[in-house]
């Protein structure tokens, strides 16, 4: 049968394979920011995310996370079983950076007691809206008992990678993770964890290891996506 292309975002595309349950990702060497305003091909970019985001979800599946995460197949592929991704971004935050110290005024740095959490809806036209619960029930996007199963996940995940990071010299500033449904209805981790989706600093010198070196104009996004990659297969081994 031949594949068929059945999602194309901004840094990956979806495909169909011979088996219905599961779907082949392409990461594209592709990086965007501000919702898409700005973008540039990155050359590497897509092996390196191809690269970390499998190594964490096998990490994390290893520590008992449920995730779409099938296998990595190429350079630039890998194999994901087939949800359906509830329309929210679940964020988290350890220290305050990015949207929070604008939006409220907070120096970059400052520590949270215990981690904020935020949701976004997941819409391109509409930039991304902040929304709270009660907009998510009614706009039927998820059920309580569905955002504390994402909740409870984006807790768990938080603790194995502050761990995991920090052993390796990197603070976990924040993240943002997505969701699915599997057809048995059941919710798990979706889409990719990569320093596209989270902000990692440096434990010593505070230097950014994520995607804010490009939104920022801060250097090159390959070296230090690069540089991540290695003290994770150092620490983890893999390919
Ligand atoms: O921009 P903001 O400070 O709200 O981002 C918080 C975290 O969520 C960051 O790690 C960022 O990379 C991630 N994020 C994302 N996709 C978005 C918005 C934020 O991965 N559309």
Redesign the pocket.
């Known amino acids: 049968m031949t594949d068929k292309l059945i999602y194309s975002g901004k840094a990956k595309q979806m495909w169909t394979t011979d088996d219905e349950d599961v779907l082949r990702v392409i990461y594209m060497d592709q990086a965007t920011a501000l ?1 898409g305003k700005k973008k540039d091909k990155i050359v590497g970019k897509g092996r390196l995310n191809n690269k970390i985001s499998s190594l964490i979800f096998e990490y994390l599946k290893k520590n008992g996370i449920k995730t779409h995460f099938v296998q990595k197949i190429s350079e630039t592929e890998e194999l994901v079983k087939k949800v359906k991704i509830v329309p929210l ?1 679940m ?1 988290t ?1 350890n220290v305050a ?4 110290s604008t939006r409220f005024g907070v120096k970059e740095g400052l520590i949270f007691e215990s981690p904020v959490e935020e949701m ?1 809806f997941k819409s391109d036209e509409l930039d ?1 809206p902040f929304i709270n619960e009660s907009q998510t029930h009614a706009l039927k996007i998820a059920t309580h008992e569905e955002l504390n199963t994402m909740w409870e996940i984006s807790r768990k995940v938080n603790r194995l990678l502050t761990d995991l990071f920090e052993s390796i010299g990197l603070q976990l ?4 993770l997505e969701f699915g449904k599997t057809k048995e209805q059941e919710i798990i981790l979706a889409d990719e964890f990569s320093p ?4 990692l600093w440096d434990l010593k010198s505070k230097q950014h290891m ?2 804010d070196v490009y939104r920022r104009d801060l250097g090159s996004l390959t070296s230090v996506y690069k540089e991540v990659l290695e003290r994770l297969q150092k620490k983890l081994g893999g390919p």
């Open positions: 919702n971004e964020v935050r950076a990015g949207h929070f976004y991304d500033v924040d993240f943002k596209d989706n989270c902000r994520d995607k």
